[in-house]
């Protein structure tokens, strides 16, 4: 006879009151969530983060079409302020090497280019999905240093509850030993060395 939840409801509540999700877990899935039902975080704004990513993973995909709407979305102002950051990072990288992978150097003519290695093997999808990973995770891990995260660590309204009531509910039956149960529900003991076949 299947087991009926609603005989299992009392130790699930239980369960659900000792085994409460540890703190940093929920943050990190309310951040998540966050992220979920606002994919505009994702912005051409975003490229201030990090700007020699950007550049590399996202803006070097360009093709005139794309740079001009980037232009009509950040304005004039906007525009200049992304080209002086992604100067700025890229003189300083020259300047200053960092111990990435990725290094920068100064060309004949005075432009300074990212040797980028593996990434140049990338797709324009890929790039994008590397980027997009990077900034996720940047934001998970709380340093969006622009970002208010106390809204999100603090709201209710980005957990998952459905999800952990499941979680809670497959935890409560993965530990359950199976019962011999009359069909008024009387437990009559535990199963021991059934095999479900009937023998003759």
Do not use: C
Not at 55 to 60: A, T
Not at 63 to 83: F, M, N, V
Not at 126 to 132: I, Q
């Amino acid at each position: 006879m299947p087991l009926i939840l609603d005989d299992h409801l009392p130790r699930i509540n239980n369960l659900r009151m000792t085994r409460e999700m540890p703190q940093d877990i929920r943050i990190r899935n309310r951040r998540k969530r966050y992220l979920e039902t606002h994919p505009e975080y994702f912005s051409p704004d975003l490229e201030s983060a990090n700007p020699l990513l950007y550049d590399r993973l996202v803006r070097r995909f360009f093709t005139p079409a794309d740079r001009e709407i980037e232009r009509r979305q950040k304005g004039y102002a906007g525009s200049l302020e992304a080209d002086l950051l992604r100067s700025e990072a890229k003189l300083d990288e020259v300047q200053n090497p960092t111990s990435s992978e990725t290094t920068y150097a100064r060309t004949e003519t005075g432009e300074i280019v990212a040797n980028v290695g593996d990434e140049e093997e990338l797709s324009r999808e890929e790039a994008y999905e590397r980027w997009y990973g990077v900034m996720e995770q940047r934001f998970l891990d709380g340093e969006d240093e622009d970002f208010e995260y106390e809204a999100v660590d603090g709201s209710e309204e980005y957990d998952d509850k459905r999800a952990e009531e499941r979680d809670r509910e497959e935890e409560y039956f993965d530990e359950e030993a199976p019962d011999s149960r009359s069909l008024d529900g009387e437990v009559k003991g535990r199963l021991e060395g059934e095999t479900g076949v009937q023998d003759f």
